[in-house]
């Protein structure tokens, strides 16, 4: 086999970035035996060169970006994160027709279309399987790997922060702040978590499926997005009693030239294939119309997660020299969706006899209840409450339901209002 170099410049050295070098580092010769390539990190850029940043050499360390873009690598990497100075730093790599992979969701949701032209117009590849789902190739497969399918749907879990805190929700039965402080403690959310738990993180995400996907540009304010703050442990065991959970979830639905994306807190039935998803880990469940029903699983973040993804980006690209064509970016209308389906209600209240007055104001909508409970506080800090579990109805009826209750004046306080998901 001829082994051919592939010189690698790289921007950023945090987290993903050291595992990135550790990677190439440890598996040079294992990379090299199975696809012929040679790869070697030129210069990385950095912040501050000072820093002391073990298996990371010292002499490879620069403060200026043009010593790594003008160093004569074939390939650069970007691992800064944000939206500037990574896309300028983009720009100018691709406009001397370098490669680019970059794990850079923020990035790629607000303008992926356009670097995708410019590395087209260049004739050179770019890649970010690890800018979604860390080290699950769901990039790759909906690129090469289902390109003779037409994609109907995509519905997964794409933020690693919610499901770990929705996880020890669950499991081990704490609260909302508990889960977050341990996912903190344990480095799966930052010390400002609320791109993840108010579920932006996940919607870059699906945004950069979808247009994967469906082969068109997904306006931003197309996403609904809704997180997970309101989400209770009284919701957690509500849930586990009607024999649900509750993750959080990302979907896109395309029809015609239709599509409509949410991300939002649904209850699934412990069976669903996305019910058993545990922790840090992701899941995408892709359905085309020649395969059926595909599930994608596995670590979604991490360092190592992230930086295989990196890795394998890498390597593809020096195993196929060449440009890739950009997503035709035709238009498609976009919808919020009117689901049809059953929902699950919690309204604070102050005193439980209010089941009345709520059911009354469901079912003169036309909303059917499945099951109704008053519940009582169990201490002086918590509040009572009414669960309802409806029966299948249009979710704009639930949403007036919501605002003739809100009027009423029962309702006490921030309540909620969950999709079941079958």
Same mark, same amino acid.
């Given at each position: 086999?001829?082994?051919?170099?592939?010189?690698?410049?790289?921007?950023?050295?945090?987290?993903?970035?050291?595992?990135?070098?550790?990677?190439?580092?440890?598996?040079?010769?294992?990379?090299?035996?199975?696809?012929?390539?040679?790869?070697?990190?030129?210069?990385?850029?950095?912040?501050?060169?000072?820093?002391?940043?073990?298996?990371?050499?010292?002499?490879?360390?620069?403060?200026?970006?043009?010593?790594?873009?003008?160093?004569?690598?074939?390939?650069?990497?970007?691992?800064?994160?944000?939206?500037?100075?990574?896309?300028?730093?983009?720009?100018?790599?691709?406009?001397?027709?370098?490669?680019?992979?970059?794990?850079?969701?923020?990035?790629?949701?607000?303008?992926?279309?356009?670097?995708?032209?410019?590395?087209?117009?260049?004739?050179?590849?770019?890649?970010?399987?690890?800018?979604?789902?860390?080290?699950?190739?769901?990039?790759?497969?909906?690129?090469?790997?289902?390109?003779?399918?037409?994609?109907?749907?995509?519905?997964?879990?794409?933020?690693?922060?919610?499901?770990?805190?929705?996880?020890?929700?669950?499991?081990?039965?704490?609260?909302?702040?508990?889960?977050?402080?341990?996912?903190?403690?344990?480095?799966?959310?930052?010390?400002?978590?609320?791109?993840?738990?108010?579920?932006?993180?996940?919607?870059?995400?699906?945004?950069?499926?979808?247009?994967?996907?469906?082969?068109?540009?997904?306006?931003?304010?197309?996403?609904?997005?809704?997180?997970?703050?309101?989400?209770?442990?009284?919701?957690?065991?509500?849930?586990?009693?009607?024999?649900?959970?509750?993750?959080?979830?990302?979907?896109?639905?395309?029809?015609?030239?239709?599509?409509? %994306?949410?991300? #939002?807190?649904?209850?699934?039935? $412990? !069976? =669903?294939? &996305?019910?058993?998803?545990? /922790?840090?880990?992701? +899941?995408?469940?892709?359905?085309?119309?020649?395969?059926?029903?595909?599930?994608?699983?596995?670590?979604?973040?991490?360092?190592?997660?992230?930086?295989?993804?990196?890795?394998?980006?890498?390597?593809?690209?020096?195993?196929?020299?060449?440009?890739?064509?950009?997503?035709?970016?035709?238009? %498609?209308?976009? #919808?919020?969706?009117?689901?049809? $389906? !059953? =929902?699950? &209600?919690?309204?604070?209240? /102050?005193?439980?006899? +209010?089941?009345?007055?709520?059911?009354?104001?469901?079912?003169?909508?036309?909303?059917?209840?499945?099951?109704?409970?008053?519940?009582?506080?169990?201490?002086?800090?918590?509040?009572?409450?009414?669960?309802?579990?409806?029966?299948?109805?249009?979710?704009?009826?639930?949403?007036?339901?919501?605002?003739?209750?809100?009027?009423?004046?029962?309702?006490?306080?921030?309540?909620?209002?969950?999709?079941?998901?079958?």
């Amino acid at each position: 086999m001829v082994t051919r170099k592939l010189n690698v410049g790289l921007l950023g050295c945090g987290t993903v970035g050291r595992g990135l070098v550790e990677l190439v580092a440890r598996n040079h010769t294992l990379i090299r035996q199975r696809t012929g390539v040679e790869l070697a990190i030129t210069r990385i850029l950095v912040r501050d060169a000072g820093k002391e940043r073990p298996g990371v050499e010292r002499n490879l360390l620069t403060t200026h970006p043009e010593k790594v873009i003008d160093n004569g690598c074939d390939l650069v990497v970007e691992l800064i994160g944000g939206i500037e100075p990574a896309r300028a730093l983009i720009q100018r790599s691709l406009a001397r027709s370098k490669h680019v992979v970059t794990a850079n969701k923020a990035l790629l949701a607000l303008d992926g279309f356009s670097i995708m032209k410019a590395a087209e117009i260049q004739k050179v590849r770019l890649g970010f399987e690890a800018s979604v789902c860390g080290g699950i190739p769901i990039i790759r497969a909906l690129r090469n790997g289902l390109v003779g399918n037409q994609i109907h749907s995509l519905r997964g879990i794409l933020n690693g922060t919610c499901n770990y805190i929705l996880t020890r929700m669950t499991e081990d039965r704490v609260d909302f702040n508990d889960a977050l402080a341990e996912a903190q403690a344990k480095g799966f959310a930052e010390a400002d978590p609320t791109l993840d738990i108010d579920g932006h993180d996940a919607a870059q995400k699906l945004k950069i499926l979808a247009e994967l996907a469906f082969h068109a540009h997904v306006p931003a304010q197309a996403v609904l997005v809704e997180g997970i703050r309101h989400i209770t442990a009284d919701d957690i065991q509500a849930a586990r009693e009607l024999g649900y959970v509750i993750k959080h979830i990302a979907a896109a639905e395309c029809s015609g030239d239709c599509m409509s %994306l949410q991300v #939002h807190p649904v209850l699934l039935p $412990g !069976k =669903h294939q &996305l019910a058993g998803i545990r /922790d840090e880990n992701n +899941a995408v469940l892709v359905r085309g119309d020649a395969v059926g029903e595909m599930v994608f699983s596995g670590k979604g973040a991490g360092s190592l997660p992230s930086a295989s993804a990196v890795l394998s980006d890498v390597v593809d690209i020096a195993c196929h020299q060449g440009g890739f064509s950009a997503s035709q970016g035709k238009v %498609l209308d976009t #919808h919020a969706p009117d689901d049809h $389906g !059953k =929902h699950y &209600l919690r309204f604070p209240v /102050d005193d439980p006899s +209010a089941i009345a007055a709520i059911t009354t104001v469901l079912e003169r909508n036309g909303i059917g209840i499945a099951r109704a409970a008053a519940v009582w506080a169990k201490s002086a800090s918590a509040q009572n409450q009414v669960r309802v579990l409806t029966q299948d109805c249009l979710r704009s009826t639930v949403e007036t339901s919501l605002r003739d209750i809100s009027a009423s004046g029962v309702e006490k306080g921030q309540g909620i209002a969950l999709r079941v998901m079958d």
